[in-house]
């Protein structure tokens, strides 16, 4: 067998989608953990519609599109939570934000944990994960 990947999980607090300057500190420890520390970001999208109004599908999709222009350097894996349960109807604009390379995953039924295993071992096997970008 292969040798174990290690590494570090950090689950950052979320942000909303606003500006930097109407972050409270919890986001602005958040961006700067992904700044500063070396990281490879999961970006889970709970596509479920059963997330409230502050975590609409929308303001998810719009926060990962934000992250992802600021920190293009970094490794990146999308994960589609709660894959068991029915997506709720997303409008074109949505549609169009939606990574199509992400990883299904269901806690409840285990679909697409081996999955998510194989593909963080991969990138995290590429990257040097001492190396801060930018």
Do not use: Y
């Amino acid at each position: 067998p292969a040798d174990p990947v290690v590494c570090q999980v950090m689950d950052t607090p979320g942000l909303l989608p606003r500006p930097d300057a109407e972050r409270n500190e919890m986001e602005l420890l958040t961006l700067a953990s992904v700044q500063f520390l070396p990281t490879t970001i999961v970006f889970v999208l709970d596509l479920s519609g059963l997330a409230g109004p502050k975590s609409s599908t929308h303001a998810q999709l719009l926060i990962r599109q934000e992250l992802r222009e600021r920190f293009s350097e970094r490794p990146w894996v999308d994960v589609l939570s709660k894959a068991d349960l029915e997506r709720e109807e997303l409008s074109e604009e949505d549609t169009a934000l939606l990574p199509t390379d992400a990883v299904p995953v269901s806690c409840a039924t285990g679909e697409g944990v081996a999955e998510l295993s194989a593909r963080l071992a991969a990138v995290i096997q590429r990257h040097d994960p001492s190396a801060i970008p930018g």
